[in-house]
């Protein structure tokens, strides 16, 4: 350790120490360095210090006659290798100069010239490198104790370390602790020294010298941001955010960030009105926090934190690394947001490690060897899955590394190599790609793709894919490529023609041409985005004709050339229709026709050549291959053309008009197939003459016949499903479901809108599902906590556990757990309270005491506690009665001893004794110190200093021990233990209760101490740390409780156990506690038993009964420490176990104060005798033992008998002096008695004046005197009686004065005054003043005396009175307050600016003395408040339905704002009705109320729905049911628990239907294909109310509507069947033993042989076009050899293979692979005997040792420890 524990021994024979003159210095003996005292010390490193006074002097100047002093060239910075020559070579390194945190060594070497040699005679290097524990304290300290005995400038010092000077770091510069003194003590520290405190750089012979991170001189190599030295980085990341609080009232706190263990840097600055505090989590599961409440830096989990807290902002830092996880969170302390921004280095604990090479391929002949890597976790230091190092981009995969192997031919006898998993000698493994795909997109950049494997080909050239790591050793080749990075396609627009018209609005034309990249005319261009062809065109010249009102089209030519080239397109990579220009018109004038050819054709993209396809590949309409033409009239004559009479270009020609014309032709198919539908009629453009269908460009368009309808299918449907939306998913991730409504539905009428609900099995289709997936994809990583486990407890509070993993749901359903680190959210809690009730009551038994006897036989008992486990994990005891009957043999038993010596033969050696004494002892009054012998009890007051002897006979006190409750008692501050059988205890506190036992070898005694608190009451003994509070809180309890306390606690005068009513406590220390508490409650102890035991004693308050020696002569007849025998009880519990029970209670008083009487007696007896005979002054009182006595004081006062009776059980109230009126006094009078208030005159004659002073107060209070507001000193003149009043004997003038009588107690003190003057003396001048000011007329005053008439609040205030006269002056105050009654306030702002800061949006309603109300929804919260002024402020209270709402059962309420606000929550109507605040001072009561009322829901059977019907005899109205709140209907989810009411259908519109048209179904169609007819029936029928329909004239239905038509056309599609071919060969691929497949053509044609599309005939079942078929060629198997022996007996390395191949089952012989390819291929090589190598002996674990050894590859670690035995010999 770096320490200056060398000090003791030299560790090197060359150096020793002198102290010259308060230095140390080192010495060296070769002469090389040590400097005089006038020159200071010279350093070398740290050696032995030796004093002076050690050595001889003859030695030291020795020593110091043969030193040489170092030449100062020695230290020049030049280099030294060129000078070298002059030197000897360098010794070697000297022992470091620490032995832990970074020391110095160094090497010399001599000057071998006569002259001084050029260079540096000396060298350094650091050494032990390696962290220091943490007991090693620091070094610079260690050299500044070394001096604490050695005096400085006489006097002796503890040095501490004076670090970091910034001008000479390297001297050792120490302070004075305590005092600001600092010296250098040094003028180097010693080599090794840290120049500071956050740095490497270490001083070196005095010098400040760089030290990098890799602990090397002058390297200047610093570490990264992840702490790695001369690291780049990439270990960890940067992590930075910011966060923005979203606190609310119900969210306190909230996580920021969670900083993971190993991250440094971090820095959090937090901007606002919150706070940050901290918890850790260890690795180890601890956890921890801190509320960072102050400035400063602080060490939390070994972690060093630096927090900085300013009034708007907080600045948390730490360097790092952390220790444990952190996790920063923040607490809400203000309604503004707040932000943090933070940032932090964070590890990367999954990184990739290389692996060793794997085993050769081949055994011989050459074979290669790869590596490959695994993914490893630092933290838990394990590897895991590849997936964990993939999640960070920093972390790069290692490529594989490959090297030859086994490059010696393969002998001869070897046959072929079947060792390895590689069967044969083969290429290495490559990589082999599938071809391109095509490309994505035809233009503008697209990606094509392609497979690329691994594969291995073997010596028959059949290629297998193998694992991609065997081929990592060459780049993979890319698997995606960008293509047709050429631009697509665009519109180009050519120039705009001329306009149409000459003058006026026209038109104009323009060519736009879809050109490719090449500037080709092509396709391909989106026709969206191409531009308009046509634009309205202007020209300015006017014209005289009427202005048209819509553009002129253009003429001919530009017409036609804009809509051929529109009409162009482009072969593309998607099958589409391709049609050639039109040919020549058939006719040279007049209408013709013109032709195209129109091909289904495709480009081909690999040659760029185009492909004829079928027709039925080409999607969307064929375009037309044929179309009319004009070729001018035939007359020859140009017909002009009109404008007013064309709308299109064709549209002017009159030939075309009377050509082609509009045409009905049939019905569409009707809309609906039942309930009513409709159908359309078709509008064709004929040809007149041939009667052919035609082009509709070719008729006129405004000639078009109307729309023409009908009704059809009036048929009711047949019942179906109907489909609702579907549901919102039930996941976000993973995968969830989707739910929708299906029900069975049947349509009436459509007409009508009727429908009616079915059951699902009258829908003959299969029902769509209701339910299907969503969702699916993978989720964020989240905690996902399983099921609490059982709680540790059955009862008294336990723990309960469960596992919190961090989980990712994948989308599959499944979950992949992860580290906790890829959860970002705060982690739930693992660990919760359970079972917080109490546990029955059960017997505690206690230890066997000693044996009875101390030879031969005798018993041993025990004592059982009866105790109760509470709901918060606490023991407490309890009544016995409350535990089960305990059977004897559990607290007795018999023992046996040595048998016991004869009578005539005693024992030669005595057995310790100790002499205890058995007594009783009540501390009365407070003590510094008590001294008290083993043996006892002593019932004593806090604070008392006690000393307990042991006296123990015949044993080495030394040997003499002490135990507290069983457990051994060692010396501490509070404690001490002395060796002399003493025992100490500094300040009692209610922790030291208990049973203290002396034991001196076999013999031992006890002690007990029990505390007396406050109210005279014992103190219960704390059973946990809380003990104290809850012993305070018992301390407020009445005293009737507190009784009962003790009744229950010990037993003695209640019904107990049959061994209590013998008189014997539950437990032996407590049997006397009953008669104590008694005792005490007798009163009598001058109230000089504390309040609390916490108020100050009498040491540390300013002036005490016990400092003033009139108040302590008073206090005579008083004990401190009342003392009794234990045989006195004794008696008194016996006698009380055998009264009667109904008896006991009273008998018990009686003999209680009868013991009273005896204690106190004796002690005035003993107090008698010890005073002057001139000091008994006061005989003692005594009563009578018969007289029935109710407390302890009055068998001591008679003045006080009137309030002590009840003293005990008075509640606490500060002092008050009784102000009571004297008669006059008479002047002539010997003796004068008066009580305060009064004013007396002395006269001549007056020979004792009396004053009374009489105060009540719970706890009693003290009287004190005093004159002129100087404590009155008492004398044999002046004297205090025993009823507190002051007697004056002989007055003397100088008696004259204010006398002040001062009473006071814990709570507080009250004083009046008395006026003595002398008689004749002027009357005192009497002044008032309220609140310091002088009061005048109109205030009345009688005889000093102030009236005040008509008080109102002005007349509030501190009221003073000044009497003055020659003598003197005395001022008196005293305070009058004005009651004011509670009453409502006027104004009501302030408590409604309460009520909305406690609920903003909470209801709310103010109480009033009339009452007020307030209506509200179940479930609703409420604030009532109560507005009240009064003085003083009045005490509040709630009552609920005129209970008092604290015993009101069933609410859930909060009373806030001092009691003015009253929260009711969740309200029901339990919680309903009046609720109501009672307001009462001194002065007066107030009660107001208000109450709540509960609206609740229910159904409403109201209007009825609409009809179902509007005529016949089906017609009914369902009455409509309403959930309803408060008259508004809600949702009926809210009625749920409500009666429904019954509702009956109401029948509606019973009366008879207009006539109309009823049609059957329609026939079966005449054909199946090709065109048929279908017929169906139409009558005109009446629906009567009744419910039957009639048949009525044709008519009554004409008149109403059309009539439907009765035959329609069916079946026109064409008859198609599937065609096929006949079977091909059985030649496919092999699909299992003996089984191929085979293929043959299938295609859709008519009957009569044309070939058609595939979907024309989708509607018939399709034929199948493949097979399976048996095949010779299929007849094959995988086979396998046996496999070779393992390569290695154990290790990781070992591997066995075995030949692979598909064989014929009938020849044997070898095939193709790929025939077998139908089953899956038997594994060729796999590892063996991977056990763990025994590290006992040396062996060969492998069979190629010989090999290793031959190749010399014996100093590879990783041959050398698989051949160990080979290796060993070579």
Known sequence: MGTMARLGAPQHPGFLARFLGGTWCLLYIAGQVCGDQSQGAVFLREFTLIRRESLHEDFLSDLLSSHKTEDSSSRTARSEEDRDGLWDAWGPWSECSRTCGGGASYSLRRCLSSKSCEGRNIRYRTCSNVDCPPEAGDFRAQQCSAHNDVKHHGQFYEWLPVSNDPDNPCSLKCQAKGTALVVELAPKVLDGTRCYTESLDMCISGLCQIVGCDHQLGSTVKEDNCGVCNGDGSTCRLVRGQYKSQLSATKLDDTVVAIPYGSRHIRLVLKGPDHLYL??????????????????????????????????????????????????????????????????????????????????????????????????????????????????????????????????????????????????????????????????????????????????????????????????????????????????????????????????????????????????????????????????????????????????????????????????????????????????????????????????????????????????????????????????????????????????????????????????????????????????????????????????????????????????????????????????????????????????????????????????????????STVQACNRFNCAPAWYPAQWQPCSRTCGGGVQKREVLCKQRMADGSFLELPETFCSASKPASQQACKKDDCPSEWLLLDWTECSTSCGEGTQTRSAICRKVLKTGISTAVNSTLCPPLPFSSSIRPCMLATCARPGRPSTKHSPHIAAARKVYIQTRRQRKLHFVVGGFAYLLPKTAVVLRCPARRVRKPLITWEKDGQHLVSSTHVTVAPFGYLKIHRLKPSDAGVYTCSAGPAREHFVIKLIGGNRKLVARPLSPRSEEEALAGRKAGPKEALQTHKHQNGIFSNGSKAEKRGLAASPGSRYDDLVSRLLEQGGWRGELPASWEAPDSAERNATSEEDPGAERALLHLPFTVVTEQRRLDDILRNLSQQPEELRDLYSKHLVAQLAQELFRSHLEHQDTLLKPSERRTPPVEVSPHKHVSGFSSSLRTSSAGDAGGGSRRPHRKPTILRKISAAQ????????????????????????????????????????????????????????????????????????????????????????????????????????????????????????????????????????????????????????????????????????????????????????????????????????????????????????????????????????????????????????????????????????????????????????????????????????????????????????????????????????????????????????????????????????????????????????????????????????????????????????????????????????????????????????????????????????????????????????????????????????????????PANWQRCNITPCENMECRDTTRYCEKVKQLKLCQLSQFKSRCCGTCGKA
């Open 1226 to 1721: 008479q002047l002539s009078a010997s003796e004068v008695v008066t009580h305060l208030g009064q004013t007396v005159a002395l006269a001549s004659g007056t020979l004792s004046v009396l004053l009374h002073c009489e105060a009540v107060g719970h706890p009693r209070p003290t009287i004190s005197w005093a004159r002129n507001g100087e404590e009155v000193q008492f004398s044999d003149r002046i004297l205090l009686q025993s009823d507190d009043s002051l007697q004056i004997l002989a007055p003397v003038e100088a008696d004259v004065g204010f006398y002040t009588c001062n009473a006071t107690n814990a709570l507080g003190s009250d004083s009046v005054s008395i006026a003595v003057t002398l008689a004749g003396v002027p009357e005192a001048e009497v002044t008032w003043f309220r609140n310091k000011s002088k009061l005048g007329f109109p205030h009345h005053l009688h005889e000093g005396s102030l009236l005040l008439t008509n008080v109102s609040a002005s007349d509030q205030g501190v009221y003073s009175c000044r009497a003055a006269n020659l003598h003197g002056e005395l001022t008196e105050s005293t305070q009058l307050l004005i009651l004011d009654p509670p009453q409502v306030p006027t104004q009501l702002e302030d408590i409604r600016a309460l009520l909305a800061a406690t609920g903003p949006n909470l209801p709310s309603v103010l109480t009033s003395p009339l009452g007020t109300q307030l209506v509200l929804d179940p479930g609703n919260s409420a604030l009532l408040g109560c507005p009240i002024k009064g003085h003083p402020v009045p005490n509040i209270t709630w009552f609920h339905a005129g209970q008092p709402i604290v015993t009101a059962t069933g609410l859930t309420y909060h009373i806030l704002a001092a009691g003015q606000i009253l929260q009711v929550a969740n309200l029901s109507s339990g919680s309903q009705g009046e609720f109501s605040c009672l307001a009462q001072n001194e002065a007066g009561v107030l009660m107001q109320k208000a109450s709540l009322v509960i609206q609740d829901y229910w159904w409403s059977v109201d209007r009825l729905a609409t009809c179902s019907a509007s005529c016949g005899n089906r017609g009914v109205q369902q009455p409509r049911l309403r959930c309803l709140l408060n008259s508004t209907e809600v949702n009926p989810a809210h009625c749920a628990g409500k009666v429904r009411p019954v509702v009956q259908p109401v029948a509606c519109n019973r009366r008879d239907c207009p006539s109309r048209w009823m049609v059957t179904s329609w026939s079966a169609c005449t054909r199946s294909c090709g065109g048929g007819v279908q017929t169906r029936r139409v009558t005109c029928q009446k629906l009567k109310a009744s419910g039957i329909s009639t048949p009525v004239s044709n008519d009554m239905c004409t008149q109403l509507a059309k009539r439907p038509v009765d035959t329609q056309a069916c079946n026109q599609q064409l008859c198609v069947e599937w065609a096929f071919s006949s079977w091909g060969q059985c030649s496919g691929p092999c699909i299992g033993p003996h089984l191929a497949v085979q293929h043959r053509q299938v295609f859709c044609q008519t009957r009569d042989g044309i070939a058609l599309p595939s979907e024309q005939c989708s509607a018939l079942p399709r034929p199948v076009s493949t097979q399976n078929c048996w095949s010779e060629a299929c007849s094959v198997h995988w086979r396998v050899s046996l496999w070779t022996l393992c390569t290695a007996t154990c290790g990781n390395y070992g591997f066995q293979s075995r030949r692979v191949e598909c064989v014929h089952a009938r020849t044997n012989k070898a095939v193709p692979e790929h025939l077998c390819s139908w089953g899956p291929r």
């Open 279 to 768: 918890e850790t989590k260890s690795l180890q599961g601890a956890k921890g926090e801190n509320s960072l409440s102050s400035t400063g830096t602080f060490l939390v989990d070994n972690s060093s934190v630096d927090f900085q807290k300013f009034p708007d902002k907080e600045i948390l830092r730490m360097a790092g690394p952390l220790t444990a996880d952190f996790i920063i969170k923040i607490r809400n302390s203000g309604s503004a947001d707040s932000a943090v921004q933070f940032i932090f280095y964070q590890p990367i604990i999954h990184r990739w490690r290389e692996t060793d090479f794997f085993p050769c391929s081949a055994t011989c002949g050459g074979g290669y060897q790869l590596t490959s890597a695994e993914c490893y976790d630092l933290r838990s230091s394990r590897v895991v899955a590849d997936q964990y190092c993939h999640y960070y981009p920093e972390n790069i995969k290692p490529k594989p590394k490959l090297q030859e192997c086994n490059l010696d031919p393969c002998p001869a006898s070897d046959g072929y190599k079947q060792i390895m998993p590689y069967d044969l000698y083969h290429p290495l493994p490559r990589w082999e790609a599938t071809p391109w795909t095509a490309c994505s997109s035809s233009c503008g950049g697209g990606i094509q793709s392609r497979a690329v494997s691994c594969v291995e080909e073997d010596i028959q050239g059949h290629v297998t894919s193998v694992e991609e790591w065997k081929c990592m050793y060459t780049p993979k080749m890319p698997i995606a490529q960008p293509c047709n990075i050429f631009d697509c396609p665009k519109w180009l627009a050519q120039e705009w023609s001329p306009c149409t018209v000459t003058c006026g609005h026209g038109l104009r034309y323009r060519v736009v041409l879809c050109i490719d990249h090449r500037g080709m005319h092509t396709g391909g261009c989106s026709p969206k985005a191409k531009p308009h062809i046509k634009e309205e065109c202007i020209i300015p010249t006017p014209c005289y004709k009427p202005k048209e009102k819509l553009p002129v089209e253009a003429k001919l030519p530009w017409f036609k050339q804009a809509q051929e080239l529109e009409e162009g397109a482009a072969v593309s990579e998607e099958p589409s229709f391709i049609p050639e220009a039109w040919s020549a018109c058939t006719v040279t004038c007049g209408v013709g026709t013109q032709v195209r050819i129109v091909r289904c054709q495709v480009l081909l993209s690999f040659s760029q050549s185009v492909a004829d396809l079928p027709v039925d590949e080409c999607e969307g309409p064929k375009p037309a291959s044929q179309r009319a033409c004009y070729a001018g009239p035939c007359s020859g004559e140009i017909p002009e053309f009109n404008p007013d009479e064309t709308e299109g270009l064709f549209g002017g020609l009159q030939d075309f008009h009377e050509l082609y014309d509009w045409e009905y032709e049939g019905f569409t198919k009707c809309s609906e197939s039942c309930g009513g539908g409709v159908q359309e009629a078709v509008v064709s453009c004929l040809n007149k003459q041939t009667r052919e269908p035609a082009d509709e460009n070719l008729c006129v368009t405004s000639r078009r016949p109307p729309q023409l309808l009908k009704s059809c299918n009036l048929d009711p449907c047949p019942a179906r499903w109907e489909i609702g939306k579907w549901s919102p998913c039930s996941l976000t991730c993973g995968v969830g479901l989707q739910t929708r409504d299906v029900f069975c539905s049947h349509l009436l009428s459509r007409e009508m809108n009727e429908t009616v609900i079915l059951a699902d099995e009258l829908c003959r289709q299969p029902k769509p």
